[in-house]
């Protein structure tokens, strides 16, 4: 079984940075998919960054492409560097990973989880105009 830990968050001003870590323990975690979902408010859990086990390949939302980037250090750590922050952007941000790698595809088209991913206890980040 797959655990998560995620770092990171907090409180910035709209256009500035912020850096969510999660890491990953578990003997088949290397091989997962994994990336970050974010839930505000009264609002649905939705897909933001993904990047595959072997990380040759990332997926973003649409609507933070180019302003975030997920990245995957020694097969266990995830990053998501967030960048030019709206405050749109503010939500409890969940680290995720998938075993069959749905995500990427909701991700993409902005779905919400597939149900088959473990879950991180949660990050908050609050953007502020």
């Known amino acids: 079984q797959v655990q998560l830990a995620e770092s990171g968050g907090g409180s910035v001003q709209a256009g500035g940075s912020l850096r969510l870590s999660c890491v990953a323990s578990g003997d088949s975690a290397s091989g997962h998919c994994m990336g970050w979902f974010r839930q505000a408010s009264g609002k649905e859990r939705e897909g933001v960054a993904a990047?595959?086990?072997?990380?040759?390949?990332a997926f973003y939302a649409p609507s933070v492409k180019g302003r975030f980037t997920i990245s995957r250090e020694s097969g266990n750590t995830v990053i998501l560097q967030m960048d030019r922050l709206e405050p749109e952007d503010t939500a409890m941000y969940y680290c995720a990973a998938d075993p069959v790698c749905k995500m990427a595809a909701n991700v993409v088209t902005g779905s919400g989880p597939s149900g088959l991913e473990v879950w991180g206890q949660g990050t908050l980040v609050t953007v502020s105009s």
């Open positions: 990047i595959l086990g072997s990380a040759s390949s």
